[in-house]
């Protein structure tokens, strides 16, 4: 199993950015996907996923509003739509598959419902 991020770079508060995610050696569908982050000197956060075949999405209340996750199957990509960036959204963003077509997202262990993760692309928001 390979996921690969893209789609970092600098980008100015209030402005967007698209990351994406390919992933190999699964049957991707029937994985729920998230996306994760973790800013310099925080823990990792759970930042959003999408429900196997697109059945639905959990976002957390950080980005809610703000982020949009989506996949698609035919090319085994999920992507995170990041707009009206703030300098708080900056971190290391990490794709990852869940262990299951649905799981748990607001849970303290959430991080357990994932069984591999991508190396991570640098999102950095200032001016």
């Known amino acids: 199993v390979q996921l690969v991020e893209s789609g970092g770079g600098l980008a100015q508060p209030g402005g967007s950015l698209r990351l994406s995610c390919e992933a190999s050696?699964?049957?991707?569908?029937?994985?729920?996907m998230s996306w994760a982050r973790q800013a310099p000197g925080k823990g990792l956060e759970w930042v959003a996923t999408?429900?196997?075949?697109?059945?639905?999405?959990d976002y957390a209340d950080s980005v809610k509003g703000r982020f949009t996750v989506s996949r698609d199957n035919a090319k085994n990509m999920v992507y995170l739509q990041m707009t009206r960036l703030k300098p708080e959204d900056t971190a290391l963003y990490y794709c990852?598959?869940?262990?299951?077509?649905?799981?748990?997202?607001?849970?303290?262990?959430?991080?357990?419902?994932?069984?591999?993760w991508g190396q991570g692309t640098q999102v950095t928001v200032a001016t």
């Open positions: 990852a598959k869940g262990r299951s077509a649905s799981i748990a997202t607001r849970i303290p262990l959430w991080v357990y419902e994932y069984d591999f």
């Open positions: 050696g699964i049957t991707f569908s029937n994985y729920a």
């Open positions: 999408i429900f196997a075949d697109a059945a639905g999405s």
